[in-house]
């Protein structure tokens, strides 16, 4: 039996956070979820994970902030995930070239879609 993956969620929006973090519990997936970005990096600091699920608008500490501190103490053989619905191509190229490997456009996926897309990057 495969050791259970484990994701950190960083999501400010309660609804969107609850709803993924559910569909991915259903799939078999631990989650740990946060609204603040500043605990998001002290759980970071704190843990191993294989997925960081991010979205970059987040009101105390920003997704981006988060990228530079992960560019400065990377940690090695976890994939990063931006979700926003920010679609400016600017976003997403600073994301990707900030070591995101994937970048999530929320409105454009429904919560299945998401879990497959982890899933996918998970292996």
Same mark, same amino acid.
């Given at each position: 039996?495969d050791? *259970?993956k484990? $994701?950190l969620?960083?999501?400010?929006?309660?609804f969107?956070r609850?709803l993924?973090?559910? *569909?991915?519990k !259903?799939a078999? +997936?631990?989650? &740990?979820s946060t609204?603040?970005? *500043? %605990?998001? !990096?002290? +759980? +970071?600091d704190?843990?191993?994970?294989?997925?960081l699920?991010?979205d970059l608008?987040?009101p105390?500490v920003?997704g981006?902030?988060?990228?530079?501190?992960?560019q400065k103490?990377?940690?090695? @053989?976890?994939?990063?995930l931006i979700?926003s @619905?920010v679609?400016? @191509?600017e976003?997403i190229n600073?994301?990707l070239?900030?070591?995101?490997q994937?970048? $999530?456009i &929320?409105?454009?996926?429904?919560?299945?879609?998401v879990? %497959?897309?982890v899933?996918s990057? +998970?292996?």
């Amino acid at each position: 039996m495969d050791e *259970q993956k484990k $994701i950190l969620m960083i999501e400010d929006d309660q609804f969107i956070r609850e709803l993924y973090e559910r *569909q991915l519990k !259903l799939a078999g +997936l631990e989650v &740990k979820s946060t609204a603040s970005g *500043q %605990e998001g !990096l002290d +759980l +970071l600091d704190q843990n191993q994970y294989d997925l960081l699920m991010l979205d970059l608008n987040i009101p105390d500490v920003s997704g981006f902030q988060i990228l530079e501190h992960l560019q400065k103490k990377p940690k090695p @053989n976890m994939t990063i995930l931006i979700l926003s @619905n920010v679609a400016a @191509n600017e976003y997403i190229n600073k994301g990707l070239e900030m070591g995101a490997q994937a970048f $999530i456009i &929320k409105s454009t996926y429904t919560p299945s879609k998401v879990v %497959e897309e982890v899933k996918s990057l +998970l292996g």
